[in-house]
């Protein structure tokens, strides 16, 4: 791994509505920050709108250092999701419909950025447009043979369906997703089925998070299986990002997976106990792989 990996969040970038605040977030954008502050070069390709949202936007990712060259404005509305809470913390999303992010649309910046990266990560939610899911594709593609493609399948409302699952499998190296997931993206299948189905899929690892139950990593003749982190939960938004980042980052660095399980996981508990999906980490949990 070079000093310093480009990590690429490929789609939506919106805000979180919470009843009492609102905080930058959007899956890939989320991953792109956590890389950031993991010691990569975190980088965003998606669209903003030409509105008070979007240019507030524009200075989180600038104060956050992430690489927005293939981040676009549009005359489309920034994207927003109205977050609900459950008495555990667990959250629920409502998604607003025609958004900036969800015309995304080819272009040389989208091509640079491409051949640059040494990770793309991407989802379901980010495809729910014809428009941006062939652009998330197109950029997919046009990724160098090493770049790694990790699929965070992040499955919301109903904005998938087992075309586009089937469709984003079919450029995964990683494949990323959670328990609840799991039936869905595999019906039939749990978790002693994971080694087979990596190998059936052509994935070097599937990575599943159980929540507080914690998280299992499968790779060909490898495994990683490691109990939750007790935590005070604030919220979950942003703690399965933040173990898609963590993840990413070890697999680059060559790490063995129960070390990369061991980080990520602390990661994701210290994200579930602060407000917001990308607080800043403290210093014991950031650059651990360089």
């Known amino acids: 791994m070079r000093s310093c990996p480009i990590v690429v969040g490929l789609g939506e970038i919106l805000w979180d509505i919470f009843p009492n605040a609102r905080h930058f977030g959007g899956a890939p954008a989320n991953v792109a920050a956590h890389a950031r502050e993991l010691g990569a070069q975190g980088a965003i390709a998606s669209a903003v709108g030409r509105d008070p949202l979007g240019r507030e936007a524009r200075e989180v990712m600038s104060a956050r250092n992430l690489d927005t060259s293939a981040v676009f404005d549009s005359d489309y509305p920034t994207g927003t999701v109205t977050v609900r809470l459950d008495a555990a913390g667990k959250a629920s999303y409502e998604f607003a419909p025609d958004t900036a992010w969800d015309h995304l649309r080819w272009t040389d910046e989208l091509a640079t950025l491409a051949a640059r990266a040494d990770a793309v990560v991407f989802g379901t939610l980010g495809q ?33 369906n087992p075309e586009i699952i ?22 039939g299948a749990d978790e002693s089925a994971l080694q087979a189905l ?14 507080g139950d914690g998280a299992v990593l499968t790779a060909a003749t490898e495994l990683s299986d490691l109990p939750g982190v007790t935590v005070e939960i604030t919220d979950t938004v942003g703690a399965g990002d933040s173990f898609t980042a963590a993840t990413i980052l070890g697999l680059l660095a060559r790490r063995p997976l129960a070390e990369i399980n061991r980080h990520a996981s602390a990661v994701a508990a210290y994200v579930c106990s602060q407000p917001g999906a990308t607080p800043r980490l403290p210093e014991n949990l950031r650059n651990l792989f360089q």
Do not use: W, Y
Request: glycine residues 2%; hydrophobic residues 45%; aromatic residues 8%.
């Open 198 to 211: 990596a190998a059936k899929h052509k994935l070097s690892l599937i990575a599943l998070t159980r929540g």
């Open 166 to 187: 089937d469709a984003s499998l079919q450029f995964a190296d990683v494949l990323k997703l959670n328990d609840e997931e799991l039936p869905i993206v595999f019906p």
């Open 128 to 160: 729910r447009n014809a428009v941006s899911r062939e652009t998330i594709h197109r950029f997919l593609a046009a990724t160098r043979p090493d770049c790694m493609r990790v699929f965070d399948v992040n499955l919301r409302q109903n904005f998938h």
